[in-house]
Nanobody, 119 residues
Framework: QVQLVESGGGLVQPGGSLRLSCTAS????????MSWYRQAPGKERELVAL????????NYSDSVKGRFTISIDNAKNTVALQMDSLKPEDTAVYYC????????????WGQGTQVTVSS
């Protein structure tokens, strides 16, 4: 049974920090590309950060570069997103994603965790 369980969301003031965590099970975690997406009200879901299988590479959207850091712990099947210097425009539901193209394609999503940045 595939599971992606996010945690760590909440309410934080502008300039503050939060750390999101996603614990995975039911698929080959270390062979997957793991990503964080977010979706704000009335907007499309957008890619925030991704990390290649076994942490081989990292990419960030321009809007979070230098403020967010994605990391992976293959021993614990966990991917984290450290979010610093948060801004009100970072407010969204954040989703964990696991994807693999070959030899077996899959695209799994977590249930999402709310992040609200407000004073």
């Amino acid at each position: 049974q595939v599971q992606l369980v996010e945690s760590g969301g909440g309410l934080v003031q502008p300039g503050g920090s939060l750390r999101l965590s996603c614990t995975a099970s039911g698929f080959p975690f270390s062979a997957s590309v793991m990503s964080w997406y977010r979706q704000a009200p009335g907007k499309e879901r957008e890619l925030v950060a991704l990390i290649g299988s076994a942490g081989s590479s990292r990419n960030y959207s321009d809007s979070v570069k230098g403020r967010f850091t994605i990391s992976i712990d293959n021993a614990k099947n966990t991917v984290a997103l450290q979010m610093d210097s948060l801004k009100p425009e970072d407010t969204a539901v954040y989703y964990c994603n696991a994807r693999r193209r070959s030899p077996t394609f899959y695209d799994y999503w977590g249930q999402g965790t709310q992040v609200t940045v407000s004073s």
